[in-house]
């Protein structure tokens, strides 16, 4: 029977890139130097730390600017409130969505329910996967889902036959 799955993933190599060109830029910028700024990545999140709220911003700038050169989403970020550290410091979460939410996946299955398409929609997990007997069938699903523009990149991947 033919399937696919829809997830939400990244490529966590190229988060990796683009935290260490993130990093690389932040040393040579003239406006860092001499800064307490860093820009530390635990694979879950990225946590940057800066002197104040002003260069907390550059720093959260860089950071994006280098995700989506390397083909990162945007959607796939969250961040974070920028919070008061220790000595004058400023801090802030961006994490990294990965998975699709339960709540998320709810959605697609009753959308796809209400589209009255003649196939199936069950979740698993962090992924959603449709089944049907039709390849065209999967195909307006994949358009449909597509079409209502979810808030966070969605791949859809293992489309069998």
Not at 42 to 66: C, P, R, T, Y
């Amino acid at each position: 029977m033919p399937s696919f799955d829809i997830v939400s993933k990244l490529d966590l190599q190229e988060v990796d890139n683009a935290v260490n060109q993130a990093r690389k830029e932040v040393a040579t910028r003239f406006d860092f130097r001499g800064s307490k700024s860093r820009i530390d990545w635990d694979h879950k999140q990225i946590n940057l730390v800066a002197d104040d709220e002003f260069k907390m911003k550059s720093l959260v700038d860089i950071v994006i600017e280098k995700a989506v050169r390397r083909q990162l989403d945007r959607r796939a970020l969250d961040i974070g409130k920028v919070e008061e550290a220790g000595g004058g410091l400023a801090k802030c979460e961006i994490k990294l969505k990965q998975g699709v939410p339960v709540e998320t996946a709810r959605e697609i299955v009753k959308q796809i329910k209400d589209a009255k398409l003649k196939v199936q929609a069950q979740i698993q997990e962090d992924q959603v996967r449709v089944s049907g007997k039709k390849r065209d069938d999967l195909q307006q699903a994949i358009a449909l889902v597509k079409a209502k523009g979810y808030d966070l990149p969605l791949q859809f991947i293992n489309f069998r036959d």
